[in-house]
Protein backbone atom coordinates (compact mmCIF):
# COMPACT_ATOMS: atom_id res chain seq x y z
CA UNK A 1 0.00 0.00 0.00
CA UNK A 2 1.12 3.50 -0.68
CA UNK A 3 2.41 5.53 2.07
CA UNK A 4 -0.15 7.80 3.98
CA UNK A 5 -0.43 11.14 2.43
CA UNK A 6 0.47 13.86 4.62
CA UNK A 7 -1.42 17.15 4.98
CA UNK A 8 -0.53 20.18 4.11
CA UNK A 9 0.39 23.33 6.88
CA UNK A 10 -1.17 26.06 5.22
CA UNK A 11 -4.87 24.90 3.30
CA UNK A 12 -5.99 26.82 1.18
CA UNK A 13 -9.48 24.96 1.10
CA UNK A 14 -11.50 23.15 3.72
CA UNK A 15 -13.87 20.85 2.25
CA UNK A 16 -17.11 20.23 4.72
CA UNK A 17 -18.81 17.51 4.96
CA UNK A 18 -21.17 15.60 7.96
CA UNK A 19 -22.24 12.59 7.72
CA UNK A 20 -25.12 10.13 9.71
CA UNK A 21 -25.18 6.79 9.01
CA UNK A 22 -24.05 7.17 5.88
CA UNK A 23 -21.47 4.52 5.07
CA UNK A 24 -23.51 3.15 1.76
CA UNK A 25 -22.10 6.28 -0.11
CA UNK A 26 -19.53 7.83 2.33
CA UNK A 27 -16.58 6.21 1.18
CA UNK A 28 -17.06 7.31 -2.64
CA UNK A 29 -17.47 10.55 -1.26
CA UNK A 30 -14.21 11.38 0.31
CA UNK A 31 -12.53 9.03 -2.15
CA UNK A 32 -13.43 11.88 -4.54
CA UNK A 33 -12.66 14.47 -2.03
CA UNK A 34 -8.99 13.28 -1.67
CA UNK A 35 -8.82 12.77 -5.60
CA UNK A 36 -8.66 16.43 -5.71
CA UNK A 37 -6.31 18.14 -8.14
CA UNK A 38 -5.79 21.28 -5.91
CA UNK A 39 -3.57 19.30 -2.80
CA UNK A 40 -3.77 22.37 -0.49
CA UNK A 41 -6.66 21.05 1.25
CA UNK A 42 -8.15 19.13 4.25
CA UNK A 43 -11.34 17.60 4.27
CA UNK A 44 -13.15 17.71 8.22
CA UNK A 45 -15.68 15.54 8.32
CA UNK A 46 -18.12 15.64 11.53
CA UNK A 47 -20.20 12.41 12.26
CA UNK A 48 -22.90 12.92 13.94
CA UNK A 49 -23.37 10.03 15.55
CA UNK A 50 -23.36 7.00 13.44
CA UNK A 51 -24.37 3.69 14.69
CA UNK A 52 -23.06 1.64 11.32
CA UNK A 53 -20.22 1.59 9.50
CA UNK A 54 -19.68 5.46 9.12
CA UNK A 55 -17.13 6.26 11.61
CA UNK A 56 -14.73 3.10 10.68
CA UNK A 57 -14.69 4.61 6.59
CA UNK A 58 -13.55 7.71 7.88
CA UNK A 59 -11.38 6.66 10.15
CA UNK A 60 -9.86 4.38 7.67
CA UNK A 61 -9.66 7.17 5.15
CA UNK A 62 -7.80 9.36 7.95
CA UNK A 63 -5.06 6.73 8.78
CA UNK A 64 -4.12 6.86 4.79
CA UNK A 65 -4.55 10.69 4.65
CA UNK A 66 -3.60 12.95 7.30
CA UNK A 67 -5.63 15.95 5.13
CA UNK A 68 -9.01 13.56 6.34
CA UNK A 69 -9.41 15.08 9.71
CA UNK A 70 -12.17 13.68 11.72
CA UNK A 71 -14.43 15.46 14.29
CA UNK A 72 -17.42 13.94 16.62
CA UNK A 73 -20.73 15.73 16.21
CA UNK A 74 -22.61 16.71 19.00
CA UNK A 75 -25.76 15.66 17.99
CA UNK A 76 -27.79 18.86 17.93
CA UNK A 77 -29.07 19.03 14.39
CA UNK A 78 -27.94 19.22 10.35
CA UNK A 79 -27.44 23.34 11.06
CA UNK A 80 -25.80 22.52 14.47
CA UNK A 81 -23.30 20.30 12.67
CA UNK A 82 -23.01 22.66 9.92
CA UNK A 83 -21.46 25.32 11.95
CA UNK A 84 -19.27 22.97 13.61
CA UNK A 85 -17.61 21.81 10.68
CA UNK A 86 -16.94 25.48 9.77
CA UNK A 87 -15.48 26.27 12.98
CA UNK A 88 -13.38 23.32 12.49
CA UNK A 89 -12.00 24.99 9.26
CA UNK A 90 -8.35 26.34 8.90
CA UNK A 91 -8.33 27.43 5.50
CA UNK A 92 -9.35 30.49 4.16
CA UNK A 93 -12.11 28.97 1.95
CA UNK A 94 -14.40 26.22 2.42
CA UNK A 95 -16.47 24.03 0.44
CA UNK A 96 -19.63 22.16 0.79
CA UNK A 97 -19.88 18.26 -0.06
CA UNK A 98 -23.09 16.22 1.21
CA UNK A 99 -21.84 12.73 2.16
CA UNK A 100 -23.59 11.22 -0.48
CA UNK A 101 -22.31 12.99 -3.28
CA UNK A 102 -19.13 12.79 -5.59
CA UNK A 103 -17.00 15.58 -6.96
CA UNK A 104 -14.65 16.08 -10.27
CA UNK A 105 -11.20 15.82 -9.51
CA UNK A 106 -11.03 20.05 -10.53
CA UNK A 107 -13.66 20.53 -8.93
CA UNK A 108 -12.01 22.62 -6.05
CA UNK A 109 -9.54 24.15 -8.12
CA UNK A 110 -12.24 25.07 -10.61
CA UNK A 111 -14.32 26.73 -7.99
CA UNK A 112 -11.33 28.58 -6.25
CA UNK A 113 -9.98 30.48 -9.88
CA UNK A 114 -13.64 31.39 -10.60
CA UNK A 115 -14.13 33.17 -7.11
CA UNK A 116 -10.49 34.54 -7.26
CA UNK A 117 -11.08 35.80 -11.23
CA UNK A 118 -14.44 37.07 -10.02
CA UNK A 119 -13.38 38.88 -6.94
CA UNK A 120 -16.69 36.82 -5.74
CA UNK A 121 -17.06 35.23 -1.83
CA UNK A 122 -18.93 32.85 -2.94
CA UNK A 123 -19.12 30.51 -5.84
CA UNK A 124 -20.73 27.20 -6.74
CA UNK A 125 -20.87 25.21 -10.51
CA UNK A 126 -23.80 23.55 -12.10
CA UNK A 127 -24.40 20.11 -10.86
CA UNK A 128 -25.26 16.17 -12.61
CA UNK A 129 -27.84 14.57 -10.60
CA UNK A 130 -27.77 10.90 -10.64
CA UNK A 131 -28.61 7.86 -8.93
CA UNK A 132 -29.10 3.78 -9.00
CA UNK A 133 -32.46 4.32 -11.09
CA UNK A 134 -31.98 8.17 -12.91
CA UNK A 135 -30.48 8.68 -15.96
CA UNK A 136 -27.76 11.34 -15.46
CA UNK A 137 -29.99 15.31 -15.66
CA UNK A 138 -28.32 18.64 -15.74
CA UNK A 139 -29.58 20.24 -12.74
CA UNK A 140 -29.58 23.91 -14.07
CA UNK A 141 -30.13 23.49 -17.89
CA UNK A 142 -30.99 26.23 -20.05
CA UNK A 143 -29.48 29.33 -21.91
CA UNK A 144 -29.03 31.36 -18.97
CA UNK A 145 -26.61 28.54 -17.46
CA UNK A 146 -24.54 27.77 -20.26
CA UNK A 147 -22.37 30.78 -19.39
CA UNK A 148 -20.36 31.87 -16.63
CA UNK A 149 -22.39 34.33 -14.44
CA UNK A 150 -23.12 36.45 -11.20
CA UNK A 151 -26.04 35.50 -9.07
CA UNK A 152 -28.29 38.11 -7.64
CA UNK A 153 -30.19 38.50 -4.82
CA UNK A 154 -33.55 39.04 -6.14
CA UNK A 155 -33.08 36.21 -9.10
CA UNK A 156 -32.03 33.73 -5.62
CA UNK A 157 -34.73 34.43 -3.90
CA UNK A 158 -37.07 33.99 -6.43
CA UNK A 159 -35.24 30.76 -6.91
CA UNK A 160 -36.59 29.47 -3.49
CA UNK A 161 -40.26 29.46 -4.13
CA UNK A 162 -41.41 26.04 -4.53
CA UNK A 163 -44.83 26.70 -5.80
CA UNK A 164 -43.43 26.58 -9.74
CA UNK A 165 -40.70 24.94 -11.99
CA UNK A 166 -37.24 26.50 -12.36
CA UNK A 167 -33.71 25.93 -10.98
CA UNK A 168 -33.67 25.70 -7.37
CA UNK A 169 -30.76 27.40 -6.75
CA UNK A 170 -30.08 26.39 -2.97
CA UNK A 171 -29.23 22.30 -4.09
CA UNK A 172 -26.02 24.35 -5.36
CA UNK A 173 -22.89 23.38 -2.73
CA UNK A 174 -21.15 26.54 -2.84
CA UNK A 175 -17.24 27.64 -1.80
CA UNK A 176 -17.75 30.10 0.85
CA UNK A 177 -14.88 32.85 2.01
CA UNK A 178 -15.10 32.05 5.45
CA UNK A 179 -13.82 35.46 6.80
CA UNK A 180 -16.44 37.24 4.50
CA UNK A 181 -19.10 34.86 6.68
CA UNK A 182 -17.84 35.53 10.06
CA UNK A 183 -17.28 39.45 9.61
CA UNK A 184 -20.98 39.45 8.87
CA UNK A 185 -21.45 36.66 11.78
CA UNK A 186 -23.50 34.51 9.21
CA UNK A 187 -23.79 31.12 10.21
CA UNK A 188 -26.54 28.39 9.62
CA UNK A 189 -29.63 28.79 11.18
CA UNK A 190 -30.60 25.95 13.70
CA UNK A 191 -33.87 25.82 13.28
CA UNK A 192 -33.51 24.39 9.97
CA UNK A 193 -33.20 20.67 9.22
CA UNK A 194 -34.03 21.42 4.79
CA UNK A 195 -32.84 24.66 3.49
CA UNK A 196 -30.51 24.84 5.59
CA UNK A 197 -27.53 25.74 2.64
CA UNK A 198 -30.45 28.17 0.93
CA UNK A 199 -30.82 29.93 3.63
CA UNK A 200 -27.13 30.91 4.76
CA UNK A 201 -26.33 31.87 1.24
CA UNK A 202 -29.41 34.26 0.82
CA UNK A 203 -28.45 36.10 4.01
CA UNK A 204 -25.09 36.31 2.98
CA UNK A 205 -26.51 37.60 -0.10
CA UNK A 206 -28.78 40.58 1.98
CA UNK A 207 -25.48 41.26 3.76
CA UNK A 208 -23.99 42.44 0.73
CA UNK A 209 -21.92 39.25 -0.36
CA UNK A 210 -20.99 38.07 -3.86
CA UNK A 211 -22.10 34.83 -5.63
CA UNK A 212 -20.31 33.50 -8.92
CA UNK A 213 -21.74 30.43 -10.85
CA UNK A 214 -19.80 27.88 -13.36
CA UNK A 215 -21.92 26.41 -15.92
CA UNK A 216 -18.91 23.32 -16.08
CA UNK A 217 -21.25 20.65 -13.49
CA UNK A 218 -18.19 19.19 -11.64
CA UNK A 219 -20.61 18.50 -8.53
CA UNK A 220 -22.30 15.39 -8.89
CA UNK A 221 -25.84 15.12 -6.78
CA UNK A 222 -26.76 11.56 -5.85
CA UNK A 223 -30.53 11.02 -5.72
CA UNK A 224 -31.86 8.36 -3.76
CA UNK A 225 -34.73 7.28 -1.26
CA UNK A 226 -32.69 8.26 1.99
CA UNK A 227 -31.89 11.95 0.62
CA UNK A 228 -34.00 14.25 3.34
CA UNK A 229 -34.21 17.37 0.94
CA UNK A 230 -36.71 15.56 -1.32
CA UNK A 231 -39.27 14.66 1.93
CA UNK A 232 -40.99 17.63 2.97
CA UNK A 233 -42.20 17.63 7.07
CA UNK A 234 -44.48 20.10 8.44
CA UNK A 235 -41.87 20.61 11.57
CA UNK A 236 -39.43 21.34 8.59
CA UNK A 237 -41.40 23.60 6.39
CA UNK A 238 -42.68 25.15 9.74
CA UNK A 239 -39.05 26.44 10.49
CA UNK A 240 -38.45 27.94 6.99
CA UNK A 241 -41.96 29.72 7.44
CA UNK A 242 -40.42 31.18 10.95
CA UNK A 243 -36.95 32.10 9.23
CA UNK A 244 -38.95 34.00 6.21
CA UNK A 245 -41.62 35.82 8.53
CA UNK A 246 -38.17 37.17 10.92
CA UNK A 247 -36.77 38.10 7.42
CA UNK A 248 -39.89 40.23 6.71
CA UNK A 249 -40.32 42.06 10.11
CA UNK A 250 -37.04 43.40 9.18
CA UNK A 251 -36.81 46.80 6.64
CA UNK A 252 -35.79 46.14 3.04
CA UNK A 253 -35.96 47.07 -0.64
CA UNK A 254 -39.22 47.16 -2.03
CA UNK A 255 -38.29 43.95 -4.87
CA UNK A 256 -37.14 42.31 -1.97
CA UNK A 257 -39.76 42.51 0.34
CA UNK A 258 -42.25 40.64 -2.99
CA UNK A 259 -39.84 38.28 -3.77
CA UNK A 260 -39.53 37.18 -0.03
CA UNK A 261 -43.85 37.28 0.19
CA UNK A 262 -43.97 35.22 -2.71
CA UNK A 263 -41.27 32.39 -0.93
CA UNK A 264 -43.29 32.56 2.18
CA UNK A 265 -46.73 31.95 0.40
CA UNK A 266 -45.10 29.18 -1.81
CA UNK A 267 -43.77 27.69 1.47
CA UNK A 268 -47.00 27.97 3.46
CA UNK A 269 -49.03 26.35 0.31
CA UNK A 270 -46.26 23.39 0.64
CA UNK A 271 -47.09 23.17 4.34
CA UNK A 272 -51.20 23.45 3.84
CA UNK A 273 -50.29 20.45 1.12
CA UNK A 274 -48.30 18.43 4.00
CA UNK A 275 -50.62 18.50 6.23
CA UNK A 276 -53.79 17.57 3.97
CA UNK A 277 -51.85 14.97 2.75
CA UNK A 278 -51.58 13.38 6.07
CA UNK A 279 -55.55 13.82 7.28
CA UNK A 280 -55.86 12.34 3.50
CA UNK A 281 -53.62 9.12 4.95
CA UNK A 282 -55.90 9.15 8.55
CA UNK A 283 -58.83 8.81 6.85
CA UNK A 284 -60.10 12.22 7.94
CA UNK A 285 -60.97 14.15 3.91
CA UNK A 286 -63.56 16.71 5.28
CA UNK A 287 -60.49 17.93 7.30
CA UNK A 288 -58.11 18.11 4.51
CA UNK A 289 -60.76 19.87 2.03
CA UNK A 290 -60.96 22.68 4.64
CA UNK A 291 -56.98 23.06 4.76
CA UNK A 292 -56.81 23.46 1.16
CA UNK A 293 -59.59 25.34 0.44
CA UNK A 294 -57.86 28.17 3.01
CA UNK A 295 -54.40 27.04 0.41
CA UNK A 296 -56.44 26.57 -3.11
CA UNK A 297 -52.86 26.62 -4.72
CA UNK A 298 -51.94 23.94 -2.27
CA UNK A 299 -53.60 21.76 -4.74
CA UNK A 300 -51.44 21.69 -7.17
CA UNK A 301 -49.06 20.17 -5.19
CA UNK A 302 -51.55 17.66 -4.24
CA UNK A 303 -51.94 16.38 -7.91
CA UNK A 304 -47.69 16.76 -8.28
CA UNK A 305 -47.75 14.02 -4.94
CA UNK A 306 -50.71 12.03 -6.36
CA UNK A 307 -48.68 11.80 -9.43
CA UNK A 308 -44.90 11.26 -8.07
CA UNK A 309 -46.75 9.07 -5.78
CA UNK A 310 -48.38 6.86 -8.43
CA UNK A 311 -45.17 6.62 -10.61
CA UNK A 312 -43.21 4.96 -7.30
CA UNK A 313 -45.74 2.26 -6.95
CA UNK A 314 -45.27 2.00 -10.72
CA UNK A 315 -41.46 1.27 -10.48
CA UNK A 316 -42.07 -0.86 -7.49
CA UNK A 317 -44.00 -2.86 -9.54
CA UNK A 318 -41.68 -2.95 -12.24
CA UNK A 319 -38.84 -3.85 -10.00
CA UNK A 320 -40.19 -6.80 -8.02
CA UNK A 321 -41.38 -8.11 -12.13
CA UNK A 322 -37.40 -7.60 -13.34
CA UNK A 323 -36.08 -9.14 -9.81
CA UNK A 324 -37.94 -12.28 -10.32
CA UNK A 325 -34.65 -12.96 -13.04
CA UNK A 326 -32.21 -10.43 -12.37
CA UNK A 327 -29.89 -10.29 -15.27
CA UNK A 328 -26.45 -9.40 -13.59
CA UNK A 329 -24.88 -6.31 -14.43
CA UNK A 330 -22.27 -6.16 -17.42
CA UNK A 331 -19.13 -4.36 -16.36
CA UNK A 332 -18.16 -1.38 -18.33
CA UNK A 333 -14.99 -0.11 -20.03
CA UNK A 334 -14.70 3.50 -21.50
CA UNK A 335 -11.97 3.57 -24.67
CA UNK A 336 -11.24 7.58 -24.73
CA UNK A 337 -10.14 8.85 -27.66
CA UNK A 338 -9.05 7.85 -30.98
CA UNK A 339 -6.17 5.25 -30.20
CA UNK A 340 -3.67 4.30 -32.52
CA UNK A 341 -4.08 0.60 -33.89
CA UNK A 342 -2.11 -1.87 -32.27
CA UNK A 343 -1.55 0.05 -29.14
CA UNK A 344 -1.50 -0.46 -25.46
CA UNK A 345 -4.51 1.16 -25.60
CA UNK A 346 -6.18 -1.28 -28.05
CA UNK A 347 -5.05 -4.05 -26.87
CA UNK A 348 -6.33 -3.85 -23.56
CA UNK A 349 -9.79 -2.61 -24.98
CA UNK A 350 -9.60 -5.75 -26.71
CA UNK A 351 -9.14 -8.13 -23.44
CA UNK A 352 -11.66 -6.17 -21.44
CA UNK A 353 -14.25 -6.83 -23.92
CA UNK A 354 -13.02 -10.39 -24.03
CA UNK A 355 -13.15 -10.85 -20.46
CA UNK A 356 -17.00 -9.86 -20.82
CA UNK A 357 -17.10 -5.95 -20.44
CA UNK A 358 -19.10 -3.86 -22.76
CA UNK A 359 -16.33 -1.61 -24.44
CA UNK A 360 -17.87 1.91 -24.76
CA UNK A 361 -15.74 4.31 -27.63
CA UNK A 362 -16.09 8.02 -26.69
CA UNK A 363 -14.56 10.30 -29.19
CA UNK A 364 -12.92 13.39 -28.85
CA UNK A 365 -15.87 15.22 -29.59
CA UNK A 366 -18.49 13.09 -27.34
CA UNK A 367 -16.23 14.00 -24.51
CA UNK A 368 -16.73 17.39 -25.01
CA UNK A 369 -20.18 17.62 -23.46
CA UNK A 370 -20.05 16.49 -19.79
CA UNK A 371 -23.29 15.35 -19.76
CA UNK A 372 -23.08 12.50 -22.21
CA UNK A 373 -20.03 11.62 -20.83
CA UNK A 374 -21.99 10.95 -17.13
CA UNK A 375 -24.71 8.98 -18.95
CA UNK A 376 -22.48 6.75 -21.28
CA UNK A 377 -19.95 6.25 -18.28
CA UNK A 378 -21.71 5.96 -15.06
CA UNK A 379 -20.60 3.19 -13.00
CA UNK A 380 -17.74 2.15 -15.59
CA UNK A 381 -15.20 -0.41 -14.37
CA UNK A 382 -12.28 0.59 -16.36
CA UNK A 383 -11.63 4.21 -17.92
CA UNK A 384 -8.85 3.76 -21.20
CA UNK A 385 -7.36 6.98 -22.12
CA UNK A 386 -5.97 7.05 -25.82
CA UNK A 387 -5.05 10.73 -25.49
CA UNK A 388 -4.19 11.48 -22.10
CA UNK A 389 -5.32 15.21 -22.46
CA UNK A 390 -8.75 14.07 -22.38
CA UNK A 391 -8.47 12.70 -18.69
CA UNK A 392 -10.25 15.83 -17.34
CA UNK A 393 -13.18 15.29 -19.59
CA UNK A 394 -13.11 11.40 -19.03
CA UNK A 395 -13.70 12.23 -15.28
CA UNK A 396 -17.25 13.13 -15.99
CA UNK A 397 -17.87 9.49 -15.95
CA UNK A 398 -19.49 9.32 -12.58
CA UNK A 399 -17.89 8.32 -9.07
CA UNK A 400 -14.81 7.99 -11.26
CA UNK A 401 -14.59 5.33 -9.41
CA UNK A 402 -12.47 3.03 -12.20
CA UNK A 403 -8.76 3.09 -12.84
CA UNK A 404 -7.68 5.43 -15.48
CA UNK A 405 -4.88 3.84 -17.72
CA UNK A 406 -2.87 5.11 -20.20
CA UNK A 407 -0.02 4.25 -22.54
CA UNK A 408 4.04 3.83 -20.95
CA UNK A 409 5.14 7.32 -20.86
CA UNK A 410 2.05 9.22 -20.20
CA UNK A 411 2.18 12.24 -17.50
CA UNK A 412 -1.33 13.48 -15.82
CA UNK A 413 -2.15 13.34 -12.13
CA UNK A 414 -5.69 11.63 -12.68
CA UNK A 415 -3.74 8.42 -14.07
CA UNK A 416 -3.42 5.46 -11.35
CA UNK A 417 -1.68 3.46 -14.29
CA UNK A 418 0.56 3.11 -17.25
CA UNK A 419 1.27 -0.17 -19.63
CA UNK A 420 2.78 -0.94 -22.41
CA UNK A 421 1.87 -4.10 -24.64
CA UNK A 422 3.75 -6.60 -22.04
CA UNK A 423 1.51 -5.45 -19.22
CA UNK A 424 -1.98 -5.04 -20.62
CA UNK A 425 -3.26 -8.56 -19.31
CA UNK A 426 -2.60 -7.20 -16.01
CA UNK A 427 -5.65 -4.93 -16.52
CA UNK A 428 -8.09 -8.15 -15.76
CA UNK A 429 -7.49 -7.98 -12.27
CA UNK A 430 -9.10 -4.77 -12.26
CA UNK A 431 -12.06 -5.90 -14.15
CA UNK A 432 -14.96 -7.16 -11.42
CA UNK A 433 -16.62 -10.20 -12.31
CA UNK A 434 -20.12 -7.82 -12.17
CA UNK A 435 -20.43 -3.71 -12.12
CA UNK A 436 -22.93 -1.93 -10.12
CA UNK A 437 -25.26 0.48 -11.62
CA UNK A 438 -24.34 3.06 -8.95
CA UNK A 439 -21.90 4.77 -9.52
CA UNK A 440 -18.96 5.60 -6.83
CA UNK A 441 -19.74 2.38 -5.28
CA UNK A 442 -16.42 0.71 -6.90
CA UNK A 443 -13.85 3.30 -4.84
CA UNK A 444 -13.86 1.20 -2.15
CA UNK A 445 -11.54 -1.72 -3.97
CA UNK A 446 -9.89 0.89 -5.92
CA UNK A 447 -6.55 2.27 -3.64
CA UNK A 448 -6.35 -1.82 -3.15
CA UNK A 449 -6.34 -3.00 -6.78
CA UNK A 450 -4.15 -0.13 -8.08
CA UNK A 451 -1.82 -0.03 -5.40
CA UNK A 452 -1.23 -3.77 -6.07
CA UNK A 453 -0.06 -3.41 -9.68
CA UNK A 454 3.01 -2.75 -11.47
CA UNK A 455 3.21 -1.23 -14.97
Given at each position: ????????????????????????????????????????????????????????????????????????????????????????????????????????????????????????????????????????????????????????????????????????????????????????????????????????????????????????????????????????????????????????????????????????????????????????????????????????????????????????????????????DPAPPVPLALLCGDPEPGSPIVIAAALA???????????????????????????????????????????????????????????????????????????????????????????????????????
Amino acid sequence: MPAPVAGPPDPLVSLLMVARNAAAHIDAALASCRRQSLAAIEIVVVDDGSTDATAAIIARHAAEDARVIPVRGHGKGLAAVRNLSIAAAAAPWAAIIDSDDILHPRHVEALLGLARSRGADMAAANMIAFGQDLAPALFAAGPQWARERMIGHIEYLESGRLDRPGVQLGYLKPLLRLEALRRQGIAYDLRLRIGEDWDMVERALAAGLTYAFAPEPTYYYRRHPGSVSFRWQPGDLAALIAAERDRLAKPQQRGLAAARRARLASLEDALAHCEAVGLLKARAPLRALAILARRPRALGLLGASVREGLARRVGKWRARGAALDPAPPVPLALLCGDPEPGSPIVIAAALAEASGCVVVRLSPADLADPLAVARSGQGAALVLLADTALADRAAHAIGDGAPFVAAAGARHPLIDLVIDQHSCGALLELIPKSADADAGLLWRERARRVAGLAA
